[in-house]
């Protein structure tokens, strides 16, 4: 079965990995921070930013789970088992997973230790967002969005914090008007066309005197 969900990846920031405990903890989602450029299946480019507050539905209504690798037969943790437990800041989602005592949760405890598993991701739906163009570039803002999962993976597709579309098909460009103000600060360009006409006009003008002249001379000498 095709999944419906969109994906982003983060290089991990604040992961603590307590083997002890069997918890890991790290930001999931980063609020506020523009994305490097994404593309759509068509092939466009933009960017994204996610804004604070865009979870919160989500997450109360939610049985939100948590993975390795977004594969569900490596099931972490889940919130409505609280074995997941998010908490929403101001700067984004953090997550706390305990670890089942299963091969895989072991693997994944000791490959986070080592460093192995260097990132976090997370799979949603049903953004609502807000589409505009800054100077060449089309900026989706995400206000609210369907938060289905996180996982911890081995490697995002963009390191060192970056995000990366893995689907999207909900952004859709936008006709971008033109203030008042920006079309006061339009160059005024005349129309060529007429640059072109009225030296030729002149021309015309010219030539006939000139011709009227000659006509008056020819029917003086003539006489």
């Known amino acids: 079965m095709k999944s419906n969900l969109e994906y982003r990846g983060y290089g991990m920031e604040d992961v603590k990995v307590n083997k002890q405990a069997r918890t890991i903890e790290a930001r999931a989602v980063v609020y506020n921070s523009m994305s490097n450029t994404l593309r759509t299946y068509d092939d466009k480019e933009f960017r994204e930013i996610i804004k604070p507050g865009a979870l919160t539905d989500s997450m109360a209504k939610n049985d939100v789970l948590a993975f390795k690798e977004h594969n569900p037969a490596y099931l972490l943790g889940r919130k409505s088992a609280g074995t997941l437990k998010m908490e929403d800041r101001e700067d984004g989602l953090y997550v706390k997973i305990d670890i089942p005592e299963t091969s895989y949760g072991d693997d994944t405890l000791i490959s986070a230790a ?11 739906n049903n953004a609502v967002s807000k589409n505009s163009k800054k100077g060449t570039e089309m900026i989706r803002e995400i206000s609210s969005l369907n938060l289905r999962e996180v996982s911890i993976v081995a490697s995002p597709a963009y390191p060192e914090a970056g995000i990366t579309a893995m689907r999207n098909e ?3 460009e936008e006709e971008v008007v033109p203030t008042i103000e920006e079309k006061r600060e339009e160059p005024i360009v005349e129309p060529k066309a007429e640059q072109k006409v009225e030296p030729i006009v002149e021309q015309k003008r010219d030539l006939a005197k000139e011709y009227e002249l000659r006509f008056k001379f020819l029917s003086l000498t003539h006489k």
Do not use: A, K, N, P
């Open 114 to 124: 080592r460093g192995d598993l260097t990132g976090m991701s997370f799979g949603f």
């Open 170 to 172: 909900d952004f859709i």
